[in-house]
């Protein structure tokens, strides 16, 4: 069989991985490349797989574990791409809050699978605006332990990649590339938006072209990485809604402005919360990943009688506030307007990381 190419897309919650790949991979598709895409989380119900397989992308989940605690379950589902759809090209998106790739995932890639894949320069993607801040020794309003993951990411990388550049002028974004260019010198710092459809061409390109991948190895505290996850809630959950004739946008939208104003309220910092709305073949999505401000909508539920909502929440709180909060807004608009069932919920926090392998010294 053939050589897949293996791109993988890390960086921290709330920086655009998932759209990116999403984009990228319709950008392949339309060059007749067979393209699969692989997620990952701690925990399954993912909202990004339903968006992905929603745009009929062929997708595979690695959940309950993150790709390094579980490479033989992220291996498999690269065999699956490869022996399913052939797959010439395979994006993956690790867990948000995972650092350390290069020792345990890329350079275990290179030694184990030279044969059967190519493997494309580590990217890690990062937000202009929490960037900024931690890019001078502030923490981009995440506790300083998570801040030393996002850190960490960007020493590791080969690629930097900063993201949603629509949201500076001309000149931000330059000044910018030249402030972590001179932070990273040994890491490509490149610049994209995926809004104005800029950007993504270059990268793609660079990274598509290059298997000199994991190029550097982490001196990392291993408690202080743990801790870094660790203050973080996750919660993930579904709920079927039953009513009669319903805007489902115009529920949606409410829903998504409660919630965040509600997290605005409490000053909770936010890795990213995010819902999708299905209602059959239809559906709206939802992210936020700040302050009200950053709250993107996506797609249209319609109207209808049935709604599928699934939530993704990673918010610095306890597991145990974060399932209250989260079910407090679900139901102050739920009320009992409709008839509603939890299908699957769960919240938790991540344990420490104890990645299946870890290298000392990069692969050749």
């Known amino acids: 069989m053939k050589q897949t190419r293996l791109i993988l897309v890390g960086g921290f919650l709330g920086a655009g991985k998932t759209t990116l790949i999403w984009n990228v991979a319709l950008q392949l598709m339309a060059q007749g490349k067979r393209v699969g895409l692989i997620t990952n989380d701690q925990a399954p119900q993912l909202v990004d797989s339903r968006l992905l397989k929603s745009a009929d992308l062929n997708v595979q989940e690695v959940a309950g574990s993150c790709f390094c605690c579980n490479f033989n379950g992220f291996v498999d589902a690269i065999k699956n791409l490869r022996q399913d759809i052939e797959a010439d090209v395979i994006l993956a998106e690790p867990v948000g809050s995972c650092a350390d790739l290069s020792a345990t995932i890329v350079n275990p890639l290179k030694k184990f699978y030279n044969t ?4 494309s320069p580590l990217t890690v993607l ?3 605006i929490r960037l900024k801040s931690i890019l001078f020794g502030g923490c981009g309003g995440l506790h300083e332990d998570a801040a030393y993951i996002y850190r960490k990411q960007m020493e590791e990388s080969d690629v930097i990649l900063i993201t949603k550049t629509d949201l500076l002028s001309d000149e931000e974004v330059k000044r910018l590339q030249k402030n972590v260019k001179g932070a990273f010198p040994a890491s490509k710092v490149m610049t994209a938006s995926t809004l104005k459809n800029q950007g993504l061409t270059e990268w793609l390109e ?9 190029t550097k190895l982490l001196d990392i505290d291993y408690d202080r990485y743990a801790h870094g ?4 809630g996750w919660l993930n959950g579904t709920v079927l809604l039953d009513a009669i004739e319903t805007d489902w946008d115009a529920f949606f939208s409410k ?3 409660n919630m965040a104003d509600r997290l605005a ?7 990213h919360v995010k819902l999708i709305a299905e209602n059959g073949k239809q559906n709206t999505s939802a992210n936020i990943t700040g302050d009200v401000s950053t709250l993107q909508f996506r797609g249209s539920a319609g109207k209808g009688t049935h709604l599928k909502l699934i939530v993704n929440a990673r918010v610095e709180t306890t597991p145990e506030h974060l399932d209250k909060l989260v079910r407090e807004v679900l139901m102050e608009n739920i009320g009992d ?3 509603n069932e939890v299908t699957a919920w769960k919240f938790l926090q991540p344990g420490r990381p104890n990645p299946t392998h870890r290298f000392t010294e990069v692969v050749k």
Do not use: Q
């Open 116 to 119: 059967e894949l190519l493997v």
């Open 126 to 128: 990062v937000d202009p």
């Open 206 to 214: 660079e990274v598509g072209s290059r298997v000199d991948a994991g």
């Open 229 to 232: 996850e660790a203050v973080l």
């Open 255 to 257: 829903l998504m402005k």
């Open 265 to 271: 309220a409490e000053s909770l910092p936010i890795g």
């Open 337 to 339: 307007k409709f008839e």
